[in-house]
């Protein structure tokens, strides 16, 4: 029998009640973590900037804990071909954006893009809001718990190349982790898992995660991968 939806009268519930042990760190992490040590790019102080909101979703799969990720189509005009968390911008009828709207846009653009059903979702926890410089948008990163999992894959092709899950041991492997180098000379931290190169904002949020929940293992910061201008 599915649980109950989050959404209930209307309200969004953010619950820590039940999670796995092994998701302590996280939420500790989410409840001390500062703005600033999660980015250098934070919202404008003037309120500029399209509210967005991602779903950083935690499941339990065959190999211990993941994440699942989307890659998105190459033919989109933001952020085209990257691999991502699912999200993406407030509706009106996602209510209020300093209230529950991001936790509601969340769940809705993760089932929109990947097919995934929210009540089968328990969030935990929401992270300050960071700003993606090159597309303005202003971003909320809401945290859950895969409790109990449903088949997710690509809902429009159009907008979604592939939907998958990375098993955080493989995100954690030294082998897998780089500094990706853009022509503009931005660095930042990178990922090579499940084929797929994941980098920028998305990249920047797991990298932070890692660290600050003490599952960050040392790796070789000058193993480095270009990238070209249309990244």
Same mark, same amino acid.
């Given at each position: 029998?599915?649980?109950?939806?989050?959404?209930?009268?209307?309200?969004?519930?953010?619950?820590?009640?039940?999670?796995?042990?092994?998701?302590d760190p996280v939420v500790h992490a989410v409840?001390?973590?500062?703005?600033?040590?999660?980015?250098?790019? $934070?919202? %404008? /102080? *003037? +309120?500029?900037? !399209?509210?967005?909101?991602?779903?950083?979703?935690?499941?339990?799969?065959?190999?211990?804990?993941?994440?699942?990720?989307?890659?998105?189509?190459?033919?989109?005009?933001s952020h085209a071909g990257q691999p991502s968390?699912?999200?993406?911008? $407030?509706? %009106? /009828? *996602? +209510?209020?954006? !300093?209230?529950?709207?991001p936790l509601r846009a969340a769940l809705r653009e993760a089932e929109e893009e990947t097919g995934l059903d929210p009540s089968g979702?328990?969030?935990?926890?929401?992270?300050?809001?960071l700003y993606i410089p090159v597309s303005g948008f202003?971003?909320?990163?809401?945290?859950?718990?895969?409790?109990?999992?449903?088949?997710?894959g690509v809902v429009d092709p159009n907008e979604t190349a592939r939907v998958f899950t990375v098993p955080v041991a493989d995100l954690t492997h030294p082998a897998n982790r780089a500094t990706t180098?853009?022509?503009?000379?931005?660095?930042?931290p990178a990922f090579l898992v499940e084929s797929a190169l994941v980098w920028g904002f998305t990249a920047g949020i797991i990298d932070r995660l890692l660290h600050y929940a003490g599952w960050e293992r040392p790796w070789d910061r000058e193993k480095q991968v270009p990238?070209?201008?249309r990244a």
């Open positions: 029998m599915r649980r109950a939806s989050n959404m209930q009268r209307g309200r969004v519930a953010v619950s820590k009640e039940g999670l796995p042990a092994w998701l409840e001390t973590v500062r703005p600033t040590q999660l980015s250098r790019f $934070l919202p %404008p /102080e *003037d +309120g500029a900037g !399209r509210q967005s909101a991602v779903l950083i979703l935690f499941g339990e799969g065959e190999r211990g804990p993941e994440l699942l990720l989307m890659e998105r189509a190459s033919s989109l005009r968390f699912p999200g993406g911008a $407030l509706d %009106p /009828e *996602d +209510g209020d954006p !300093r209230g529950d709207g979702v328990q969030l935990f926890g929401v992270l300050p809001r202003v971003v909320t990163p809401v945290l859950g718990w895969w409790r109990e999992p449903s088949p997710v180098i853009h022509p503009s000379g931005h660095q930042g990238l070209d201008w």
